[in-house]
Structures are given as structure tokens and as C-alpha cells.
């Protein structure tokens, strides 16, 4: 469901708005990103997500490669940035265009103004604050598609808190109450 999903807002068909995850493009930044456009798209405001690396990049993140094909998603260099309302994802702080509506971010708040909304929670990983807004279980009704976003959410809060170790956090891992489907 979130590859057929990615293959069809590709086409950028009544998008208005991009999430834009942070050039480090980890994992919890492409997941992350794709996630809260996918849910975006549920509520009826059509969203792409932008991997923020150039499409030659791919292949070296191995723990995106086998999640999603290269040919279904878009790139930082596939688009005209200032063509769209952008929100941040995974960072706060990086002017891109004049229209940054929105940001989701799990460190420091920067402190910057964004026009429709800001969620900035110190987390272990920035999937949980997607994972809080998507409300799976009230938004979501067909079992298939709620697996495969938890299964999604599940692999990024691992990978990103490093399996909660407690030692490389000094915050309540809030995270480990979304990994409980």
C-alpha cells in the first residue's frame, strides 16, 4: 500500500506541499517523511515526500534500500522546492524557501516560525511524533495497511534509538509505547 502510494504521488498530480526529511536522509528521516505524507494524503491534502539526497545516493543507504524501490520515490533534484509549501521533517532549522509551513523534529527547537504548525518533542526518534499524529488504530481500518505501517514505524524507532540502549539518551524513551501494536 505505501509503494502503490508512492508510485502515484510521484506524478506530483494536486500536490501542493512536500515533506522534506533531513540531507542525512537516514532512515527515520525517509520513512518518516513518506509516512506523514502517506497520512497527509489519507486526510485529503495531497503530499509527496522528498528524499533530501540526488537519486545516485540510494544505493548506499542500505536501511532504506530494501524498503522501497529507487524508481518510486522522489529526490531532492527531482523537484523545484519553491514550486511548494514545505514541511520539515527531522529538522528545524534549514531555509529552503520562504514557504516552510510546517516542521516535525525530535532535538533542539530552533526556534524557527512556521506558518501552520511545529511539533518538536524531544524523542528518540522522529517516526514517533508521525507515529502519535497518525493514530493508527482510529484512522486506519484495513488490518493489511495498519501492519505495514507499524511494521515501518516499528523498524525505524529500533534502528534510531539503537533498541532503547539508555546510554545514548538522556529522555524517557516515549518511543517504545509505539512499538506496542
Known sequence: MINQFLRN??????????????????????????????HMAEVHIPTAPIINYNRQSFGSHFETVELFHVDDLLFINDVDLKQYDL???????????NNQIGSIYHHEDKGQHFTQFKKIEKVGSA???????????KNYKCKQEIGEIAQLIMKTILIDTFNFQQNQYQIRWVDQDKTNF
Open 9 to 38: 504521488i510521484k506524478l506530483l498530480k494536486n500536490v501542493k506541499q512536500l515533506v522534506l526529511g533531513n540531507p542525512t536522509a537516514d532512515m527515520d528521516s525517509c520513512v518518516g517523511s513518506i509516512l506523514l505524507s502517506y
Open 87 to 97: 514541511i520539515l521533517y527531522d529538522h528545524n532549522d534549514i531555509n529552503y524557501t
Open 127 to 137: 517516526v514517533t511524533l508521525v507515529a502519535e499524529s497518525m493514530e493508527l488504530e
